[in-house]
């Protein structure tokens, strides 16, 4: 089971640390292992969320989610994504992107670095909404029940997530605005990109998230329908626009995965810079790091890790709203990565212990008392 879903992703670590070398010697092997150990560290919360949306899926999808979500992760977020900020920020060509990327790095690096505060506000918004909205439902297992009950509660409000996304954004700016009217005020016009990137950050997770959530609920409503009534669908030849349906429900939550995996790539691209600006290598370490990121969720998928600990998901959309936080704060303070990455690990790690608790607690309490009531004892978490 471990060797056929990792299979790829050790094919793929092998032959990219033997590019590694033939390209630029160990030098260049231990910069590509670094990144690829640094893109896995970051993204673990990814792979835990990713999970939980694609277990709604067939394996026909879950393949498409290896095979062309690996070419979109690897080569259009760490590879095509760095060049084409560069392309924007510069206003220059792509081909001329590509030359500046390979023949002057330290300018390279500058661009990118440049374009830091527009990219982390829309990854940060984006991330943010995912957050919010998963606080603020009403859940029948909580795991931090004296934050998670009340927050409940306010999220009967309306629109309550985009009014909070939008007033963090609103002080992000202002503050971005202020300190540089300080220093000079040579990025005060930074500070309108920042609310733009923001704003579209959030209209992307509202546009994206919504249709995905639209058509899977669709899809719930039509296998009620076609459960109860089967044997006369099947009579009048109403089963395909359910099987249409459920391609529309797939593609839309497939596209969910993609923009948010791209949205989690944000701080492994910005990071890598502190490593090396060699766009090669880059693709390399944080293309491998992605392949595991994928299989890690495919793995959890198969095993039915989220159904056995069922905190875990609670613990990676804490890690979620503390990058969207990291990234906000990125915009104007610099933020070791080592801190990013521990954050999301440290997290997800309690989640799982608290997991591990629960379970030992249902255990015990088997023989003593209806499973009905061991349940509303544990399920709510701490």
Same mark, same amino acid.
Request: charged share 20%; proline share 2%; glycine share 8%.
């Given at each position: 089971?471990?060797?056929?879903?990792?299979?790829?992703?050790?094919?793929?670590?092998?032959?990219?640390?033997?590019?590694?070398?033939?390209?630029?010697?160990?030098?260049?092997?231990?910069?590509?292992?670094?990144?690829?150990?640094?893109?896995?560290?970051?993204?673990?919360?990814?792979?835990?969320?990713?999970?939980?949306?694609?277990?709604?899926?067939?394996?026909?999808?879950?393949?498409?989610?290896?095979?062309?979500?690996?070419?979109?992760?690897?080569?259009?977020?760490?590879?095509?994504?760095?060049?084409?900020?560069?392309?924007?920020?510069?206003?220059?060509?792509? /081909?001329?992107?590509?030359?500046?990327?390979?023949?002057?790095?330290?300018?390279?690096?500058?661009?990118?670095?440049?374009?830091?505060?527009?990219?982390?506000?829309?990854?940060?918004?984006?991330?943010?909404?995912?957050?919010?909205?998963?606080?603020?439902?009403?859940?029948?297992?909580?795991?931090?029940?004296?934050?998670?009950?009340?927050?409940?509660?306010?999220?009967?409000?309306?629109?309550?997530?985009?009014?909070?996304?939008?007033?963090?954004?609103?002080?992000?700016?202002?503050?971005?605005?202020?300190?540089?009217?300080?220093?000079?005020?040579?990025?005060?016009?930074?500070?309108?990109?920042?609310?733009?990137?923001?704003?579209?950050?959030?209209?992307?997770?509202?546009?994206?998230?919504?249709?995905?959530?639209?058509?899977?609920?669709?899809?719930?409503?039509?296998?009620?329908?076609?459960?109860?009534?089967?044997?006369?669908?099947?009579?009048?030849?109403?089963?395909?626009?359910?099987?249409?349906?459920?391609?529309?429900?797939?593609?839309?939550?497939?596209?969910?995965?993609?923009?948010?995996?791209?949205?989690?790539?944000?701080?492994?691209?910005?990071?890598?810079?502190?490593?090396?600006?060699?766009?090669?290598?880059?693709?390399?370490?944080?293309?491998?790091?992605?392949?595991?990121?994928?299989?890690?969720?495919?793995?959890?998928?198969?095993?039915?890790?989220?159904?056995?600990?069922?905190?875990?998901?609670?613990?990676?959309?804490?890690? /979620?709203?503390?990058?969207?936080?990291?990234?906000?704060?990125?915009?104007?303070?610099?933020?070791?990565?080592?801190?990013?990455?521990?954050?999301?690990?440290?997290?997800?790690?309690?989640?799982?212990?608290?997991?591990?608790?629960?379970?030992?607690?249902?255990?015990?309490?088997?023989?003593?008392?209806?499973?009905?009531?061991?349940?509303?004892?544990?399920?709510?978490?701490?």
């Amino acid at each position: 089971m471990l060797l056929k879903t990792f299979g790829w992703s050790f094919a793929i670590t092998a032959l990219g640390l033997a590019a590694a070398a033939a390209y630029g010697g160990w030098t260049a092997f231990g910069i590509v292992a670094i990144l690829a150990v640094l893109e896995i560290s970051l993204s673990f919360d990814n792979a835990v969320v990713n999970a939980g949306i694609l277990k709604k899926m067939n394996a026909f999808w879950q393949k498409i989610f290896l095979t062309i979500g690996v070419l979109i992760a690897v080569f259009g977020m760490r590879l095509v994504f760095p060049v084409v900020i560069v392309a924007i920020s510069a206003k220059i060509g792509p /081909i001329d992107a590509v030359d500046l990327a390979l023949n002057d790095k330290d300018k390279y690096q500058q661009l990118v670095t440049d374009a830091h505060p527009s990219i982390a506000a829309f990854g940060g918004m984006f991330l943010l909404m995912i957050f919010l909205d998963f606080i603020f439902e009403d859940r029948d297992i909580q795991w931090l029940r004296w934050i998670e009950r009340p927050l409940a509660k306010l999220g009967k409000v309306d629109m309550l997530s985009v009014c909070i996304a939008l007033i963090v954004l609103l002080i992000t700016s202002m503050t971005f605005a202020v300190h540089a009217h300080q220093h000079g005020g040579g990025h005060v016009d930074k500070a309108q990109t920042v609310l733009v990137s923001g704003i579209a950050g959030l209209i992307t997770y509202m546009i994206v998230g919504g249709l995905s959530g639209y058509f899977e609920d669709r899809l719930e409503d039509e296998e009620e329908r076609e459960h109860e009534a089967e044997e006369e669908a099947e009579r009048s030849g109403k089963q395909k626009p359910a099987i249409v349906l459920a391609g529309q429900a797939a593609f839309f939550m497939f596209l969910y995965l993609e923009v948010l995996d791209a949205s989690f790539s944000f701080d492994g691209v910005i990071g890598a810079f502190a490593i090396t600006n060699d766009i090669v290598l880059m693709a390399l370490g944080l293309g491998i790091g992605a392949m595991y990121v994928r299989s890690l969720t495919v793995y959890l998928v198969r095993q039915g890790t989220l159904d056995d600990y069922v905190y875990l998901e609670h613990g990676a959309h804490y890690a /979620i709203g503390a990058l969207a936080v990291i990234l906000m704060v990125t915009i104007q303070y610099e933020i070791n990565e080592v801190i990013t990455g521990l954050v999301g690990v440290v997290l997800i790690a309690l989640s799982f212990w608290s997991s591990v608790r629960r379970n030992k607690a249902l255990a015990d309490a088997e023989g003593k008392a209806p499973a009905s009531d061991e349940k509303a004892e544990v399920s709510s978490g701490v």
